[in-house]
């Protein structure tokens, strides 16, 4: 399959591809002109100008686009002009998202660089100044004159740009070319871009003598680059080559020309030549050091020119660079003898470099040979855990590693001195005790224990003893105290040492004296006492306790260690949940407590206590861990729990840091994490396996890496961060994994024999295969993505189809696979062609090489036979294809060797004998076919792939348990292997001394939209297509197919873990006031939070005059429901206002007319009416700095007055009584309240408050008198004004008691402001006497939090989140306590229900008469009901979708539309009422697109919706009901059209499928897959007789995927028939931004539908017009956006087209002319024109508008 930048081999001709002569997709600024250059015989551009930066060439024309150029190599063709500056300018992007700019100029006097910028010197010397200078040396060594020669050479540059980030940029990898500028003063004939080394001087009759082809890795220069030479004359004479970074002085950094009449021109670092002609030369000498690089050339000007041959036998050794000093590479040229390359080094010669070739990076995995062993460092950064065999210290907040590695068991305890210098660590097996110095993570010492196994170890405070417990052979216990005071010299001696039958889990050194111990288990507690070399204990007495299990004992923390002994407490836990505190000094019990879970706590029959498995205790509480899976904060008195933090599994460890603030915790279950008792937040450390680690596989685009265990479960983790992401658990347990080489998409083989696909992007299971009847030992997917194959232990082998989603079976072969386990999880292999696939088989002497395709057998190859003097059948275990060569295939054998075989021939042309001890379990191949890594005895080992070194294998020990697989990760960046836990190591071998044998022959050019033949196939995309998974990708990640290109490396930064606990920490908003204190948004309904949006204003798009306008806004669909009080009435005037997005619509209530208030361009979030309704105020949510509040003249809808102050959002708006104040009141971000001028609109006064303020409103009596409500309260207000000035005096009060910690959301005043009416988050209702300020009474009104609270007389209303709207009575509420008491419940107050209404959501706004009759009110649903309690009523007034509108479409009749949304509803609405006829609602599911059938008869009316779980559903509209429901589909359906005639369903999904459906009976009648891996943005049907384009059919459509490719097709339903007439493919850059792509947009002609028009991402922002007829582009208009979505009038010119910066923009595409309308406010995604094309309707997340078309 080709790669995706094959169109950029062998070469790209970037002024030919991107038309520069044109200036289309190039920009000139100043002097650029063409001429015609006599001495090349051709026409260049010439670049004149004083100053470079006013007179030069861009390519790409637009700073924002990218050449995405991969090749290594740039080639500039070019002549400066003498004694005038000139400039080259290249910008770069590289595989971690960096952009660095390379500057290359006469005019520079030295080298610089800073991090993302280069400036190179350039000497460009005459040629008059170059024969003075050589003519003198000529004369000094009697040679010659120079020939004549022009004055300026034309000059060819190459330059390396691998090999210059690399060198200058502290190994940067190069990834892309992104722009280039060519500034004056030169000449410039042509720039292109190769990873060939290009020789410019060979002639193709040369290279065509001398048998050069490309994967020579040299060719003669292109004809079309060539420079002319006259005949009989050389190259050398007349022009002049500079290799960059190759022939320049790295030392002085400058760029040199070198003619070829030098010799000192050395041959490039990669390839040497023998060459019979060549003269001897003198040597060359590359000095490296640490700092800088120099190279030295001399100086043969005075010989003859020799005969220039280019390289074609590569250098089989490298340099290598020591730091310690200066490396010399000579290079030497013999007569008729090969180059040489040699080392000064003699010791590195013939060895594997670098040495170390690897280095352990991270490990996943955590305990082995116990879960009970963790340690703080002293200053409670670091966590110290045992992982198997290895010690690992982990910083918790950057999650570095340090790894202590010696030991060769597992790890059974762990301990640290006082101040955390000394680490000691015991190993199972044969006991082995280490000594480590922590800071420095050397071993100090080393001994055994001569014990079976030990237990538990510890140090005590200062470090000079050391005691350790476990079991001998016999089962005794055994407990030995060494004496380490001499540790620094590696002296430890045993101090005591003692057997007895006393069962000893934990012991323990006091912190307060060296000589006493302490320990526990099985039925006892026993202290300990070391004196004179002899150890001592005694029991504590535990009377009825004694045949208690002891878990885990502790000292009592924080105190001095001068405390006398006697006041000494000790803590011992058990299992059965029992607390003993022991008196030390006493050796008695003196406290006994018995914990239980929390819901037992107060039951009569307890159950059993919490089984503690650990304990830690600190000055302030104690820290335990059960059984149960919790860790639970007691205090000291154990009377209650504080915090607790349930876990997946039991806690087997606690430990508190030492300042107490993190307590440590570890899990059976193989996790390890710890919690932050100040935030009370959890974080997870480490998840691992909890048993052998089987197999794994990599996702090398999203860096996921997915492993499966012999516990049962299927994980995957970030290669980055090592965050396990998913987790699959399974009874039937898994035994092979493989990651789909594109897709979000694994499979995993089981023990069962079931082979079973999953979809990580929607966590489901997508196809599951039982066609195995054993153990599944091999599973691979072919790199093409196109093929799955499983191979299972009974022998059978299944080919399946990857392409679909339920990888539908091909074909299954039995007793093809050798019998047996021994070769899982890797027993398949498939080549990098994806042709072949190799496996062991039918027996386990033969290796069988089959077709990937139909498993036809290609190959049988016995490897018994190729030892002929053997004694034994040698039998094959592991196959694996090189990556960079197909035809060769390894083979692991029984008599551990590998085997290279030729998969063409089968011949045997490699062998390496005694690769293990035992023999290679695992071995993969390096994609530079340089390296092999293999795995066997625990070991990691890397191989020279070509064995010709001396010392051919470097080894790593690390592992415990034998390695199941080991690989190189995509990119060959690392290695990943896997057994006992899953190691990542840094592979170092420099990614620049690949040599790239394997080159691409030349391939004919990629289709494109200007052919003139229809095409037969669909052609590939120009760039990849975008990932449409939601997946958050690194900008360096690229494709997997891509030898020279690698995966971005390990992220910097780490990211959070997913934690399973149920502490979880709320994700609220958090900013920063002007104080600096973070703000925390609080967690209530009531409070205002932005839509979230990614769309940015376009500033610069102006609108036009209301008379002039090509259309006019009509009406508006939908009501903000993430608004707060954002609805408004006037019942006198009949008018009530609310608002959608950032308009503010005013409605007739009697005619349901429209007026729009349009000046805010953001979410408004509330809104206000004045007490005479003849002013509305509105705020919109924080744009740039500010909140805009806007102040409208009712009658005639303008904007009198705009005022901003805040600088959050705006909570709430509030006029006096009097109208003569405004009150705003800003959000969490910025409590503070401001009181207006309603005559000035200037600000009078403003106050702060403690916390967020959810409602405020003025008193309806006294105009002075205000009061608002929050999270700290309530808060009674007084304004007094005095002139031009105010004074704003605020009083908090906090909530009462009674009602507990509550937040107070909302308020209202009584009509004789007597009394204030609060509402809080817990359905509180209190009720306050205003002049004592106090609460006298507490009602609980609702179960939810109550956010709208209206008092009307002596009705009260209120609206919660539970949708219920509840009408009280209040007649007896004001008999309450003079004194300002709280009313007692016998005193007659009473608050009763009266009316009860169920709404579709939770109430956010409400208006009400003065009787509280009937009334406004607004949900969160987007509705708007007329409220009536008389009748008891609710009638809906405006309907809206609550979330994002997917689609929209139109009855052909234009007598009804359709809209779909996110939240799964489709709505049917009547024009020109655009009331809601019917809604059809599909729970859980959001609906994607809609379709109306071209039947226009009632009764024949059909809608066809696609949904995102793959379904199509079918309603017919004269029923209401469901008729049909269809599955064409695996994946979210993006497009959905009838065919013109009705007949057929055509639905395009998000994986590029396009399934035909039939309408009668739901059936899949066709599925078409040209478009596979992009997203179907766009199908449309038109009816259109075929026979004009050669064709039969009637009907024409088109698809259009993400991907920039389009379809047409030919079609007659009735005859099943439908053909390919034609493809566009629209070339593009890659796109760099983090969101996804513009979509790709097409539309037949309105009137011609042979005539296309097309829009989407590409190289420029564009309308293209395609022709099918011409099969040409016939006219493009120039975009200032990308398009998001664009509708075409059938009756006018006009094309209405949004974009992502919220213009929605009218175009008459004839003459160009356009206008912009700004009325929305978030980007637009549908805009569609009605059949008769009077309205246009245009959405942006949740907003309809209609407009009314007048034409431009």
């Known amino acids: 399959m080709a790669r995706k930048d094959d169109w950029q081999h062998p070469y790209v001709n970037i002024f030919k591809e991107y038309r520069v002569s044109e200036w289309q997709n190039a920009s000139k600024v100043g002097d650029v002109s063409p001429s015609w250059d006599k001495t090349i015989n051709c026409s260049v551009f010439r670049i004149r100008g004083p100053v470079p930066a006013e007179n030069f060439i861009l390519i790409p024309k637009n700073a924002s686009q990218s050449l995405g150029l991969k090749g290594r190599y740039l080639y500039l063709l070019f002549k400066p002009t003498p004694r005038k500056p000139f400039l080259i300018v290249l910008d770069v992007g590289t595989e971690n998202g960096r952009t660095v700019r390379i500057s290359i100029s006469n005019m520079f006097k030295e080298f610089d660089f800073t991090p993302t910028s280069l400036l190179f010197p350039i000497q460009c010397k005459l040629e008059f100044e170059w024969s003075q200078e050589t003519a003198f040396k000529s004369t000094k060594q009697c040679f010659g004159p120079l020939p004549p020669g022009p004055k300026v050479h034309w000059t060819c540059l190459m330059m390396d740009l691998q090999l210059t980030l690399a060198t200058y940029l502290n190994r940067l990898y190069y990834s892309h070319l992104k722009s280039i500028k060519l500034c004056s003063n030169m000449s410039v004939k042509n720039v292109f871009t190769t990873d060939l080394q290009l020789t410019p001087e060979l002639s193709y009759q040369q290279a065509k003598y001398l048998g050069l082809t490309p994967k020579d890795g040299t060719v003669p220069m292109p004809r079309d680059m060539m420079f002319p030479v006259p005949m009989g004359h050389k190259w050398e004479k007349y022009y002049n080559y500079i290799r960059f970074p190759l022939d320049g002085e790295f030392k002085s950094n400058i760029i040199q020309k070198i003619s070829f009449h030098d010799e000192s021109r050395s041959p490039s670092p990669e390839t040497a030549t023998s060459t019979p002609e060549l003269p001897e030369a003198e040597q060359i000498q590359v000095l490296k050091s640490s700092v800088r690089r120099k190279v030295c050339f001399s100086d043969q000007s005075q010989k003859s020119s020799p005969e220039v041959v280019p390289e074609q036998r590569p250098v089989n050794h490298t340099l290598s660079v020591n730091e310690e000093g200066v490396n010399k590479m000579k290079i030497c040229k013999r007569v008729r003898k090969v180059i040489h390359v040699m080392t000064t080094s003699a010791k590195e010669a013939g060895k594997l470099l670098p040495d170390p070739i690897l ?42 590693q340090r790894f202590f590695i010696g030991h060769t068991d597992k790890v059974s305890a762990l301990a640290f001195n006082g101040n955390t210098t000394l680490l000691v660590s015991a190993q199972t097996g044969n006991c082995v005790v280490r000594i480590w110095n922590y800071l420095k993570g050397n071993c100090v010492a080393m001994f055994k224990m001569h014990a079976h196994s030990v237990t538990t170890l510890s140090f005590s405070h200062s470090g000079g003893f050391l005691c350790g417990g476990g079991k001998d052979s016999c089962g005794k216990t055994l407990v030995v105290v060494w004496n380490t005071t001499n540790i620094k010299n590696g002296d430890v001696s045993i101090f005591a040492k003692l057997k007895m039958e006393v069962d000893i889990q934990r012991m323990k050194f006091a912190n307060f004296d060296e000589t006493r111990l302490v320990s526990c288990g099985h039925d006892s507690i026993r202290l300990w006492r070391v004196n004179k070399g002899t150890l001592r204990s005694c029991a504590v007495n535990l009377g009825e306790y004694r045949t208690l299990d002891f878990t ?66 600190c000055s302030t509480f104690c820290a ?135 979809d990580i992007s929607c966590g489901k299971l997508l196809a599951e295969h039982n066609h195995h009847k054993g153990l599944v030992v091999g599973l691979a997917f072919s790199p093409d993505g196109e093929c799955m194959y499983s191979a299972a232990s009974e022998g059978s082998l299944a080919l399946y189809n990857s392409c679909d989603n339920d990888s539908h079976v091909i074909r299954v072969v039995c007793r093809v696979v050798a019998r047996g386990t021994g070769r899982a999880p890797d027993a398949l292999t498939v080549s990098s062609d994806s042709r072949c696939l190799a496996f062991v088989g039918p027996t386990e002497y033969v290796i069988t090489i089959a077709d990937a395709l139909s498993l036809e057998e290609s190959l049988r190859l016995d490897v018994s036979v190729f030892d002929p003097q053997s004694t034994f059948l040698d039998s094959a275990l592991k196959v694996c294809f090189s990556v960079a060569s197909p035809e060769h295939l390894l083979v692991t054998t029984s008599a551990n060797k590998i085997l290279w075989v030729n998969t063409q021939t089968g011949s045997l042309f490699r062998q390496v004998c005694n690769v293990h001890t035992k023999w290679c379990t695992s071995l993969a191949v390096s994609q530079d076919k340089r390296f092999l890594v293999t795995a066997g005895d625990n070991a990691v080992k890397v191989w020279d792939y070509n064995m010709k070194l001396k010392f051919n294998s470097q080894m790593f020990i690390g592992h415990s348990q034998p390695i199941n697989q080991v690989s190189f990760t995509p990119g060959q960046k690392g290695v990943i292997s896997v057994g006992d836990a899953i190691f990542l190591w840094d592979f170092l071998a420099h990614p620049l001394h690949m040599q790239l044998k394997h080159r691409l022959p030349l391939q004919a050019a990629t289709d494109s939209a200007v052919d003139t033949i229809p095409r037969q196939r669909a052609p590939q995309p120009l760039t990849p297509p975008p990932h449409l998974d939601g997946t958050i990708m690194d900008p360096a990640e690229i494709g997997l197919n891509d030898i020279n290109a690698a995966a971005s490396g390990p992220s910097s930064r780490p990211e959070s873990a997913a934690s399973f606990l149920k502490i979880t920490e709320l994700g609220n908003v958090q900013n920063n006031d002007s104080t600096g204190r973070k703000t925390v948004r609080p967690d209530c309904y009531k409070h205002f939070v932005p839509h979230i949006k990614t769309s940015i204003l376009d500033q610069t798009a102006v609108t036009p005059q209301p008379d002039k306008a090509g259309m006019t806004l009509k009406t508006i669909i939908g009501y903000n429901g993430n608004g707060r009080g954002n609805l408004v009435w006037s019942p006198d005037q009949g008018l009530f206002a609310y608002s959608c997005g950032g308009v503010v619509v005013v409605e007739n209530v009697n005619s349901g007319r429209q007026r729009h208030l349009v000046v805010h361009r953001e979410e408004i979030s509330c809104l206000a009416i004045s007490n005479n309704a003849k002013m509305i105020a509105s705020a919109a949510s924080k744009s740039a700095n500010r909140s805009l509040i806007c102040i409208w003249a009712i009658l005639g809808g303008a904007c009198v007055n705009t005022i901003s102050y805040h600088k959050g959002a705006v909570q709430s708006l509030a006029f006096s009584s009097d109208d003569r104040f405004l009150l705003s009141v800003g959000d969490f971000s910025d409590c503070v309240m401001a009181v207006w001028s309603c005559s000035t609109f200037e600000m009078l006064s403003k106050e702060s408050a403690l916390g967020p303020i959810h409602d405020a409103a003025f008193s309806p009596s006294v105009a002075a008198h205000l009061a608002c409500v929050g999270s700290q309260g309530v808060y009674f207000g007084l304004f007094q004004n005095q002139g031009g000035e105010g004074d704003l005096n605020l009083v908090r009060v906090k909530a009462p008691t009674a009602v507990g910690d509550v937040e107070m959301t909302a308020l209202c005043f009584h009509a004789d402001d007597a009394l204030l009416f609060t509402a809080s988050n817990r359905g509180h209702l209190c009720i306050w006497d205003i002049k004592t300020r106090s609460c006298f009474m507490a009602v609980d009104v609702d179960e939810g939090e109550i956010g709208v609270l209206l008092c009307r007389g002596n009705r009260l209303l209120t609206g919660s989140d539970t949708q219920r709207l509840r009408l009280w009575g209040i007649e007896a509420v004001r008999r309450f306590d003079p004194e300002g ?17 169920v709404l579709d959501g939770a109430a956010v706004s409400a208006a009400f008469d003065n009787t509280m009759d009937m009334g406004i009110v607004g949900t969160t649903t987007g509705t708007l009901w007329y409220i009536d309690w008389l009748e008891n009523s609710s009638i809906r007034l405006v309907s809206g979708h609550k979330n994002k509108v997917n689609d929209l479409a139109f009855q052909p009749d234009e007598s009804h539309f359709a809209t779909c949304s996110e939240d799964g509803s489709l709505r049917v609405w009547s024009i020109p009422s655009n009331e809601l006829v019917v809604q059809f609602q599909v729970l859980n599911q959001a609906c994607t697109c809609v379709s109306w059938s071209p039947f226009v008869i009632m009764q024949r009316a059909r809608l066809v919706a696609g949904y995102n779980d793959g379904t199509v ?66 199908i449309e049907c038109v009816r259109e007789q075929c026979k004009n384009f050669g064709v039969a059919g009637n009907e024409l459509w088109l698809a259009a995927s993400l991907d920039r490719r389009v379809s047409v097709w030919a079609a007659d339903w009735f005859k099943s028939k439908c053909n390919l007439l034609d493809w566009l493919t629209l070339a593009a850059p890659p796109y760099g931004q983090d969101d996804s792509p513009p979509p790709s947009l097409a539309a037949f002609h309105p009137t011609d539908p042979s005539v296309i028009i097309y829009t989407g991402y590409g190289i420029e922002k564009e309308l293209t017009f395609y022709s099918l007829k011409k099969k040409r582009i016939i006219k493009k208009i120039a975009l200032p956006h990308w398009a998001t979505c664009f509708s075409l009038s059938p009756k006018s010119q006009l094309i209405a087209l949004g974009s992502k910066e919220r213009v929605l923009k009218l175009i008459k595409w004839s003459t160009g002319e356009f206008q912009d309308f700004l009325e929305h406010s978030d980007s637009l995604q549908k805009c569609r024109f009605s059949p008769s094309g009077t309205f246009l309707f245009s959405v942006a997340h949740n907003e309809i508008l209609i407009w009314e078309v007048n034409g431009l």
């Open 1381 to 1397: 008491n709280a009313a007692k419940k016998n005193s007659g107050v009473s608050v009763m229900l009266k009316q009860e209404i």
């Open 552 to 617: 885990d004992v502790a000292f009592e923390e924080g105190d001095s260690p001068e405390q006398h002994i006697d006041d000494r407490l000790l803590f011992a836990s058990s299992r059965s949940g029992h607390i003993f505190e022991i008196d030390y000094s006493r050796v008695v019990i003196k406290n006994v407590r018995w914990l239980f879970p929390v819901q037992q706590k107060w039951s009569v029959n307890k159950g059993p206590g919490i089984a503690i498995n650990s304990l830690s205790v």
């Open 1513 to 1578: 559903r079918v309603f017919r509209l004269a029923t209401s009901e469901m008729e049909r429901k269809l599955n064409p589909h695996r994946v979210a359906i993006t497009a959905i059209q009838y065919s013109a005639n009705g007949e057929v369903i055509l639905s395009g999904a998000k994986n590029g499928l396009i399934a035909v459906s039939r309408v009668t009976d739901g059936s899949t009648i066709r599925v078409f897959k040209d478009h596979k891996k992009g997203a179907i943005t766009t």
């Open 624 to 758: 335990t861990g059960s059984e149960d899976g919790f860790l639970r904060l007691w205090p000291l008195d154990f009377s209650g729990v504080f915090l607790e933090a349930e876990h997946e599994g039991p806690v087997s460890l606690v430990s508190v840091s030492s300042d107490s603030m993190q307590v440590l915790s570890a899990t059976s279950t193989g996790n390890l994490g710890f919690l932050d008792v100040s935030s009370r937040g959890y974080n997870t450390l480490m998840r691992s396996h909890t048993s052998n680690v089987l197999g794994f596989s990599v996702d090398g685009i999203r860096r996921h890496l997915t492993t499966a265990s012999s516990d049962g479960s299927i994980r995957i983790w970030s290669m980055d961060s090592l965050h396990q992401l998913y987790d699959f658990v399974s009874e039937d347990k898994p035994c092979s994994v493989a990651f789909h080489p594109r897709e979000q998409i694994f499979s995993c083989g089981f023990n069962s024999g079931i082979v079973r696909v999953f």
């Open 359 to 400: 280095r352990l990076r991270k490990i996943i995995g955590f305990g082995g040979a116990t879960n009970s062993c963790a340690l703080w460092t002293l200053a409670g950064d670091s966590v110290i855990y045992p992982c198997h065999a290895i010690v690992v210290s982990l910083k918790i907040n950057s999650c570095e």
